[in-house]
């Protein structure tokens, strides 16, 4: 493979999350390579905390204090995409979570 940091920052974690080869990857432009491990990284996190509630968070974050903020990020990324999928009726609210969303991709 290769000695440098985008073996580690890039092509292990796309060829861990979402079984692309190293033929493939070789083949794939860099800035599409990205936006797949970007795209694996949001999926991630939506789905970090599925199942549990604010009660549980509470009940867990007596051990662990950690848990609040990956709780404070996954409620963010989810109400990011609240907006986003409403009905239309919140044209500001989506423009604003659009631009958010653009602005951490770039």
Same mark, same amino acid.
């Given at each position: 493979?290769?000695?440098? *940091? @985008?073996?580690? =920052?890039?092509?292990?974690? *796309?060829?861990?999350?979402? !079984?692309?080869?190293?033929?493939?990857?070789? =083949?794939?432009? =860099? /800035?599409? *390579?990205e936006?797949? #491990?970007?795209?694996?990284?949001?999926?991630?996190? #939506?789905?970090?905390?599925?199942?549990?509630?604010?009660? @549980?968070?509470?009940? *867990?974050?007596? !051990?662990?204090?950690?848990?609040? %903020?990956? /709780?404070?990020?996954y409620?963010? %990324?989810?109400?990011?995409? +609240?907006l #986003?999928? !409403?009905?239309?009726?919140? +044209?500001?609210?989506?423009?604003?979570?659009?631009?958010? #969303?653009?602005? %951490?991709?770039?």
């Open positions: 493979m290769t000695n440098s *940091l @985008d073996a580690v =920052r890039l092509y292990v974690p *796309l060829m861990k999350e979402t !079984n692309i080869t190293w033929e493939e990857i070789k =083949r794939t432009p =860099r /800035w599409e *390579l936006g797949i #491990l970007a795209a694996c990284h949001e999926y991630n996190l #939506l789905h970090s905390m599925d199942g549990y509630e604010a009660k @549980d968070i509470g009940d *867990l974050a007596k !051990n662990k204090p950690s848990i609040r %903020q990956d /709780w404070g990020r409620m963010a %990324q989810k109400r990011k995409y +609240e #986003l999928s !409403n009905d239309g009726s919140g +044209e500001e609210s989506v423009d604003s979570a659009v631009a958010e #969303l653009k602005s %951490q991709m770039g």
